[in-house]
């Protein structure tokens, strides 16, 4: 069983853009790895981005990573700017071990969006703060600790 790397994954875009990545970009899974079609992301009558949820879904599967999820029960946060037609879609996330900068170079360039996350790993004593912006690297640290659990700002997150 792997440590995992968690925190909030940011995405941030063009409305259809992000719209795209979360119907296209994210497989909805059960505990096991099968595909839950019924379950998926929409954009409701308030133009507002859910998803419907099913009994056997677990989480949504990040396509091009190698053990990325996210999990939409847990955390779901929108938020709409008329004027630049961007949205900013905060969801809950984890990822096996690390997170591989390159992988969401990929999705951020095939899906033209920005993505971002600060990421607590316990296990290995290490938080990773990410971002990319328009298919490039804006920063891909590795933060590390003297004192994880006194110097980290949450040090029981991940694990």
């Known amino acids: 069983m792997p440590n995992w790397c ?3 994954l ?4 063009i409305k259809q853009d992000v719209i795209n990545f979360l119907t296209n970009g994210l497989i909805a899974v059960d505990y096991i790895g099968n595909d839950v079609k019924e379950s998926r992301f929409y954009v409701d009558e308030y133009g507002d981005i859910n998803y419907i949820p099913s009994k056997n879904l677990s989480h949504f599967w990040i396509e091009g990573t190698r ?5 939409p029960d847990n955390y779901i946060c929108n938020y709409y700017n008329e ?3 961007e949205v900013i879609v ?6 096996a071990w690390t997170i591989y900068t390159e992988q969401l170079l990929k999705i951020s360039k095939k899906y033209n969006i920005d993505l971002k996350i600060y990421a607590f790993e316990r296990g290995m004593e290490f938080n990773l703060d990410i971002e990319v912006s328009k298919g490039k690297v804006i ?3 590795v933060v590390k600790f003297d004192n994880y659990m006194w110097d980290c700002i949450d040090p ?4």
Request: charged share 35%; with cysteine.
């Open 83 to 85: 004027e630049k037609d």
């Open 139 to 141: 920063k891909s640290e």
């Open 156 to 159: 029981l997150s991940g694990g």
């Open 6 to 8: 968690c925190g909030i």
């Open 10 to 13: 940011k995405i941030r875009g």
């Open 67 to 71: 053990r990325g999820f996210v999990y």
């Open 90 to 95: 905060c969801l809950d996330a984890k990822f």
